[in-house]
Structures are given as structure tokens and as C-alpha cells.
């Protein structure tokens, strides 16, 4: 099957800047892919390119095999979501939505049944008639998604959609934005700060630093089994052991990766450790840990013993839960 | 916290400042109703309106009302085209002389009204151009460009860019979204340039008399009689009838671009 | 394209020429920009700043004494002719009205700005908006002209000193010479009163703007640290309000000193450099030394934007 978004050394500089440095991504047919990374990274640039908004100074970008090099925005099989949802302030909530069906020529009652069927769909009937000022945040997103997905893309572009929302919401949306996405069957490509968005929602996370990929791959495999210590360090709080610290405790050659509820608190056997602070976190206790004077940090369950600030501990972990990366990465 | 009560001197102060603005423009309209015709006279010893029928048939009035009108007219055209062209073109992207448009933009009102008409004739006197309609709008229209350029810039600004995109991503191509999402989102501020520029036009004198040749506008012909006053009761009557001409496009102005220019820079 | 199945023409198969025109605009966004930017800037450039170039290339010029003719030679005469002694007068006299002006315009506009900058909300808020944009916008010759009502000897200012008995008083001021003269309307006085009433809504909207930025817990915190009123005023407010009082200062200051109508409908008989350029390309036919004089507020202004560049005045425009 031919890839939804590919990319083929894909480059993007502006002057000596170079937002997007050689790129290679492969994004398959109905997918939930979610680029990850800091600001300035080139994930957003990314989502631009496969949008039309900007054109690749190097390389090539195509959708559903064909190459788009000379094709404009306006004819590529793509919508997107933006990150301020961009509603049109002079139309109401309906002629928002219908917006691309009037451009592509449709009449007036069948564009007006078609928008308010995707309202339905975003669970907003009956709000056609409003101004977009006259929404919320949330509904405005609503809005937004439905006036990309009443033009059937192939693929549905979103930046940082839920970076506006409050927790709650946006942690209903990611549920809601994930259902749709199944029952559609849409490929969705997803720009994301927040690691957790990624993880929860995505099939594939591709995590952007410096212009590149660093690594892609499932949510399980950048969770567990980061490739680079970027992705470690920026992925959740992981606990990183420098090259130095794992040769030390005979655990390996290269820099490694411990995710902090890995790590347990054993009577015997283990690693010495220093307790250097404490904070209670409701469901779990995270522990500042001195080890062989390197930082970590562990976060232990509610009910085991807790040690008192600046005890002598022993921790230990289970062999699969130490990723050991690559050192050259 | 705008609940503190000013001091009773910057109030009395304030309200003096804004007494001053507006009391000789009151007068104006006083003194087209007196039956004074041969002095500035105050308190008029009469008053009556018979002035207003006597300019109302003055064929000079309406010669130069009408020139004045045809100017702005066309200068306000020509002045919306430039003036929305080089806001788009700086507030789209962030180019090299993007400070120096807005400099040159700015200049022929930043510089003194004189130094823009004699380089102007200056420049018709050179090129060997006679003095023609066409010279006056010359002149008014490069000056009329800054209040369109700076009501478009301010709407432009506030008018997310995200907005063309979205339109292009959802199928218009460029022309199609100046058609149905930018000309929507900036025409009340366009509208407003619009009337300011005419207003401006309308009113301008020291360019125009550089310009101009022997033709009058309505405020050369006003000049002429502060100059050499022929019959002060149809000035009189000229200057209030300017007044609530030229008030009409700037309170429209005004309630077009509320709400969304003033209250900017009000806080909170 | 984006949804074959519903849009009856497929804007592929047909492009007309505004999508390929679209087309080739979204291949080179900068074609774009010189589309967007070259009309404005070819009749600025051309129309404005051929003309100014114009002015300066006359300005080197010179005429002929007997036949009165241009003599298209460059030369520096002209300009020499600036600093003969009735000609720096004229520079002189019109630079220093101009301060005065702008001097005066900044003290009479700073309560209005500050008032409505502050404590004007709502309703009084949209009066004090139009209050001055009215004014601001009304026309320039009708208000020299409503002066001279007011100022003409039997107008409303000589009636309100008779009504008073002050008359002695008026009397005795247009008796001082220099500021004085036989009446209000042909005295520097005068002038100088015109100038002020035509140019303060320049003056107090940028000031305003500037005043507008400043938090009013930064006053809290003055009076808070145990500044009096006045302390306040000097230390925080003026320092704030400055870079508004400059950018207002570039109006008063640029439209005094090129001005000459005002000086002429209100005035004596001592000429401001308006009123020189005035009657040097007009009855004297003197073009060339029009030019050069032309030229002096163009070097003033210069020199004042660059200061007012420097302290930042151009953010409160």
C-alpha cells in the first residue's frame, strides 16, 4: 500500500537556519502519527510542508505516492487543524464549515446539510448559526476539526490542537480525537509538544530535535527503549545514566535509560544510594536518589516503607526495565 | 484599579484642555448666522439666515466644492489601492525594507505640507507637466496613502495569518481568499482609511496650492477670502458647512473601527 | 481534488488563468511581495521622492540677478544666500516659534492625555477619543480661521477684556515689544496661540498612547515607596510619557516650522521660512533659493528624528 506522507531527505533551511534537516518519514494509510519535539525542533515545519504552506528547499515530499512539489495547498488531499483553530470571524459557526465545499463549488442547501452533519459528528448540532466569537475554546476546536474533516482528506493535519484546552478537557478531547480517528479511518498526523498526548494517542511517535527525527516508532518503543538520550531525557522524566556511571556498576558500555517507577527499593543486593529528598505525590512517592553521586529519581507506590531524607538505601531494578542505548547516538 | 478619582486640578485641567480644542470651532458656527457683514463683530448684533441662500447661489462655491470633491474622490481611490497594497505586502512577510516602506510611507505627512508641494512643482516645472486636475491629485494622493496604510497595517496585524491559510488549505486558491476571507475581515478598516484619507483631501490646502495652477479647491477658495476678504458672511457660512461636512467621515470612521482600534490600548 | 466526490468540477483538469496565476505566486512567494509592493513604492518613489530629488537638485541651482532666468549649473550660491543676515533671521524666528510651540503643546496636552489615558472610562472614555480626534481632523483652515474671529480686535477676546475693564491689561501686553503689536491677530502672539490650537491633538494623542502603557500599579508603587504626587509626576510619569511627548513633538515641531499659512492669516510682518518659500517660488520667481530654504527643515527634521530614534520615540507612534 502506498504510504499516506512520505518523506525523502526532506530539507527545509532558511538562510543558515536549517528548521528541517534532512527528514526521511513514512507515514502509512490511516495511521495516527504524532511528531514530538521542543519548540524550534521542525516538527511544526514538518506538518507545513505536508500542508503547502512552506516548500522544501531540498528533497521531496509526497501524498499517497504522489510527489508535491509544485502543488499548491489549495489542490492537496490534505486538511488541517490549526493550532489557533483559525475560524473565519466573519462567518458564522455553518458557513465555517461548509467553507471549502462553497470554494469547491457545491450549492448552497447540500453544503449546508453537509456542515451540519460534521457538527453532529463533533457533537456541536445546532451551534450553526453562532459566531465563532460566540464559542469556547473547546467548541471552537470542534468547529475547526469539522471544517477540515467535511472535505474528506486523506490526511488530516493537527497543530497542536489541544494546546489551548485545560486539562480536563483536553484530556477528554484526546479520547474524542482518537475515537473519531477509528471510526473515520482518516490518517491523522498530529504535532505535539506534550510527550503524553503522543504516547496516549498515537500509533507511531516521531521525536524531532535539531531539524531530525531522533527516533521514530510506537509509543512503547520511545517509552521504553529510547534510542538517544534526547529521547530519554525528553521523553517523561527518565532517569539517564551517563557512560561513566553504568561502566562503574558493571551495567554496560553506553549511556542508559531507567524510567523512575522501575526503580524499587530492595533490602539486599542492588546499588547503595543516598535519600536526598522526598515529595508526596498522591498515588506514589518520588524519591531524589544520590547514586554514586549521579541524581535519579524513583517513584515508589503508596504502602511500601518509606525512608527518612538522607538515609542509606539499596535500589534495584529489573534487568529489561535498564535500556541500554547506542553510544554514538 | 481605574476606580481612584482624579485630582480636582488635572480634572479642571483636562476639561479647560478639551474647552480649548473645541470652543473656536463652536464660534464658527455662530458667526454664519449674524447680520455683521463688514467686521468680525462680537457679541453679532443679529442674527439671521440669510447667508446660507446667498452661498447657496454663489457659482464659485460650487465650482470649487465640486473640484474639491472630484479630487478626494479619485485621490481616496488611488490612495485605498497603494496604501492596501503595501500594508499586505508588510505585514505578510518580514522582508528587507519593511522599515524603510513604512518610512517612505510616513514621510509625506511626517515632512512639512510645504516641502511635499514645492517639490512637487518643483518636479512639474522640471518635467515640463502643466498644471491639470491630475497634478492636485498627484500630490493628494501620495499624502492620503499613510492613513489607509495605517488602518490596514492595524487590521492586518490583528488578522491572524492563519486565516489565509486555512482558507487555501481548504481549497481557495489566492484570489479566492482575497475575495471571501481578506477583503471581508479588513473592509471596515479599509472603509475608515477611506474616510480619513477624504477627509484629509478634502481639507488640504498648503500641498494644494503648489499644485494646483490657477484652479480652486473649497479650502484654496476659503484661503483667498481669509487672504482677501470679499464677502465675510458666505466664509462664515463656507467654514461651518466644512465643519459638519468633514465631522460626517470621522465619526463614521470612528464607530467602524470602535471596538476594535480604541479598546487596544485602553487595558484592562 | 480535496474531495472528488463532491465538488462538481474537478479544479484540476481546467485551471483558469487566476488559479495558475495562483499557482505561480505560491511557487515564488517573493514574486508576491514585489506584486504587492512595487505599485506603492513606484509612485512613492517615483512621484515622491522624484520630486523631493527634484527640489534638492534645484536647490543647487542658482538665478540669474538681471534676467531673472535658472541657471542650471550646480552651485553652492544659493545656499550661501541662506546665511545672509535677513535670511538666518527668518530660520532663526521660525525655529524658535517652533519650539515654543512644541514647548507649549506638550504642557497643555499632558492633563487632557493623562486624563483620559487614566481616569477616563466608558462613556467619557469615547468623548475623549472624539474630543480630540475631532478636532485633529477637522479642517486646518477653518481653525486658523475661527482665530482670527476670535483674535480680530472687535472679536470675542477684546469684548471679554472689555466686558472685564481689562482692556488696560490687553493693552499693556500687545505693548511689549516682540510678542506685542497693534492687535492679538497681527501680533507673535497670535501667531503663536494659532500654532498651539492647530497642532495640540498631534501632540496629545501620542502622548496619551505613550500613558496608556504605563500600569497604574507602577504609580501605586511610587506613592507606595513614599513618593508625594509631585515626586510621582517627575520621576515615573514624565520619564514614561516622554517618548510620547517626542513622537508628538516631531508634529508640532515639522508642521511649525513649514508652515505658512498661519503666519500669514495671523501675524506680523516678519516672515517664517513657509512664508520665504512661499514668496521666493512664487512672486519672486526664485526657485533655486525656494529650494535651498526648503531644504533647512528637511535637515532640522533629520537631525530631530535621529534623536527621537534614539529615545525610542518611534514605538509610541
Not at chain 1, 8 to 32: K, N
Amino acid at each position: 500500500m502506498t504510504a499516506a506522507v512520505e518523506f525523502r531527505r526532506v530539507e527545509r533551511h532558511y538562510g543558515e537556519v536549517r528548521a528541517v534537516d534532512g527528514v526521511d518519514l513514512s507515514i502509512a494509510q490511516g495511521e495516527f502519527f504524532a511528531m514530538l519535539g521542543p519548540s524550534g525542533s521542525g516538527k511544526t515545519t514538518c506538518l507545513r510542508l505536508i500542508a503547502g504552506f512552506e516548500r522544501p528547499t531540498g528533497g521531496e515530499v509526497a501524498i499517497m505516492g504522489a510527489p508535491m512539489g509544485d502543488v499548491p495547498p489549495y489542490r492537496r488531499p490534505v486538511n488541517t487543524v490549526f493550532q489557533d483553530y483559525a475560524l473565519f470571524p466573519h462567518l458564522n459557526v455553518r458557513d465555517n464549515v461548509a467553507y471549502g465545499l462553497m470554494i469547491a463549488g457545491q450549492g448552497r442547501a447540500p453544503r449546508r446539510r453537509a456542515a451540519d452533519e460534521a457538527l453532529e459528528m463533533v457533537a456541536l448540532p445546532g451551534y450553526g448559526a453562532r459566531k465563532p466569537s460566540e464559542l469556547s475554546g473547546g467548541q471552537r476546536q470542534r468547529v475547526a476539526l469539522a471544517r477540515a474533516l467535511v472535505m474528506q482528506p486523506k490526511v488530516l493535519l493537527l497543530d497542536e490542537p489541544l494546546g489551548a484546552l485545560d486539562l480536563k478537557l483536553r484530556e477528554a478531547m484526546q479520547e474524542e480525537l482518537k475515537a473519531l480517528q477509528r471510526r473515520l479511518g482518516i490518517t491523522f498526523v498530529f504535532v505535539t509538544h506534550d510527550q503524553g498526548e503522543a504516547l496516549s494517542m498515537a500509533d507511531r511517535v516521531a521525536v524531532f530535535n535539531d531539524g531530525r527525527i531522533v527516533q521514530a516508532g510506537t509509543p512503547e518503543d520511545i517509552y521504553y527503549r529510547p534510542e538517544a538520550p534526547f529521547v530519554a531525557d525528553f521523553v517523561g522524566s527518565s532517569n539517564l545514566l551517563p557512560p561513566e556511571v553504568t561502566r562503574r556498576l558493571g551495567l554496560g558500555d553506553g549511556p542508559a535509560a531507567l524510567r523512575p517507577e522501575a526503580v524499587r527499593l530492595v533490602s539486599e543486593g542492588g546499588h547503595a544510594a543516598r535519600v536526598t529528598g522526598l515529595a508526596f505525590l498522591g498515588t506514589a512517592t518520588r524519591l531524589s536518589l544520590d547514586l554514586d553521586g549521579h541524581r535519579m529519581t524513583a517513584l515508589i507506590p503508596r504502602g511500601a516503607d518509606m525512608p527518612a531524607e538522607g538515609s542509606d538505601v539499596r535500589i534495584g531494578w529489573a534487568p529489561d526495565d535498564l535500556h541500554l542505548m547506542k553510544v554514538s547516538a | 484599579m481605574r476606580s481612584d478619582r482624579a485630582p480636582l486640578g488635572l480634572k479642571v485641567a483636562a476639561i479647560a484642555g478639551l474647552l480649548f480644542l473645541h470652543l473656536p470651532i463652536l464660534l464658527i458656527f455662530v458667526y454664519a448666522f449674524t447680520t455683521e457683514d463688514r467686521s468680525y463683530q462680537w457679541p453679532p448684533p443679529g442674527l439671521t439666515t440669510q447667508w446660507f441662500a446667498v452661498t447657496w447661489n454663489r457659482p464659485d462655491v460650487w465650482e470649487a466644492l465640486s473640484l474639491s470633491v472630484r479630487v478626494a474622490s479619485i485621490s481616496t481611490v488611488i490612495a485605498l489601492i497603494l496604501g492596501t497594497l503595501a500594508a499586505a505586502a508588510v505585514s505578510r512577510t518580514r522582508f528587507f525594507g519593511r522599515e524603510t516602506i513604512s518610512l517612505l510611507v510616513i514621510l509625506p505627512i511626517a515632512l512639512p505640507g510645504i516641502i511635499t508641494g514645492i517639490s512637487l512643482r518643483s518636479a512639474f516645472n522640471l518635467a515640463d507637466i502643466p498644471f491639470s486636475f491630475w497634478t492636485i491629485v498627484l500630490g493628494h494622493a501620495t499624502f492620503c496613502v499613510v492613513v489607509v496604510y495605517n488602518n490596514a497595517v492595524a487590521r492586518f496585524r490583528r488578522t491572524s495569518g492563519s486565516l489565509v491559510e486555512a482558507s487555501m488549505d481548504l481549497g481557495a486558491t489566492g484570489f479566492q481568499t482575497f475575495r471571501h476571507v481578506i477583503l471581508p475581515n479588513i473592509a471596515t478598516a479599509l472603509l475608515a482609511g477611506g474616510m480619513l484619507a477624504f477627509a484629509l483631501s478634502f481639507d488640504e490646502v498648503i500641498v494644494t496650492t503648489f499644485t494646483a495652477g490657477q484652479q480652486q479647491t473649497l479650502p484654496i477658495w476659503m484661503l483667498e477670502e481669509l487672504v482677501r476678504p470679499r464677502q465675510r458672511p458666505v466664509t462664515n457660512v463656507v467654514a461651518m458647512v466644512v465643519v459638519l461636512v468633514t465631522f460626517l467621515p470621522i465619526l463614521a470612521a470612528y464607530y467602524l473601527t470602535r471596538g476594535t482600534d480604541t479598546v487596544a490600548g485602553s487595558g484592562k | 481534488m480535496t474531495s472528488a466526490d463532491t465538488s462538481p468540477a474537478s479544479p484540476v483538469t481546467a485551471p483558469d488563468a487566476a488559479t495558475r496565476l495562483s499557482d505561480i505566486l505560491w511557487r515564488r512567494p517573493r514574486l508576491l511581495i514585489a506584486l504587492l509592493i512595487g505599485p506603492p513604492l513606484a509612485w512613492l518613489g517615483i512621484v515622491y521622492l522624484g520630486a523631493l530629488f527634484a527640489l534638492l537638485a534645484q536647490s543647487f541651482f542658482s538665478i540669474d540677478e538681471f534676467s531673472g532666468q535658472i541657471r542650471y549649473e550646480l552651485t553652492l550660491s544659493t545656499y550661501a544666500e541662506l546665511f545672509r543676515a535677513y535670511n538666518l533671521d527668518i530660520i532663526l524666528r521660525t525655529v524658535a516659534m517652533a519650539a515654543s510651540v512644541t514647548v507649549a503643546a506638550a504642557i497643555v496636552a499632558f492633563p487632557i492625555a493623562y486624563y483620559a489615558a487614566r481616569y477616563a472610562t466608558g462613556r467619557w472614555k469615547a468623548i475623549f477619543y472624539l474630543g480630540i480626534m475631532l478636532p485633529l481632523w477637522s479642517s486646518y483652515l477653518v481653525k486658523v480661521y475661527a482665530w482670527k474671529l476670535i483674535l480680530a480686535k472687535e472679536g470675542i477676546l477684546g469684548w471679554l477684556f472689555e466686558t472685564l475693564h481689562l482692556t488696560w491689561l490687553l493693552e499693556a501686553y500687545l505693548a511689549i515689544p516682540g510678542i506685542g503689536g497693534n492687535s492679538l491677530s497681527v501680533s507673535w502672539t497670535g501667531t503663536f496661540l494659532v500654532f498651539l490650537y492647530v497642532w495640540l491633538p498631534f501632540m496629545i494623542l501620542p502622548v496619551q498612547a505613550a500613558l496608556e502603557r504605563v500600569p497604574p500599579s507602577m504609580l501605586e508603587a511610587s506613592g507606595d515607596l513614599g513618593a508625594r504626587p509631585g515626586q510621582t509626576l517627575r520621576h515615573v510619569l514624565i520619564p514614561l510619557a516622554l517618548p510620547g511627548i517626542i513622537a508628538g513633538s516631531i508634529f508640532t515641531f515639522s508642521l511649525t516650522l513649514g508652515d505658512y499659512i498661519v503666519p500669514q492669516i495671523v501675524g506680523t510682518s516678519a516672515r517664517m521660512i513657509g512664508q520665504a518659500v512661499y514668496q521666493y517660488q512664487g512672486t519672486a520667481g526664485n526657485i533655486p533659493l525656494a529650494a535651498a530654504f526648503a531644504v533647512v527643515p528637511i535637515l532640522i527634521m533629520a537631525v530631530y528624528l535621529w534623536i527621537a530614534k534614539r529615545k525610542g520615540a518611534f514605538d509610541a507612534l
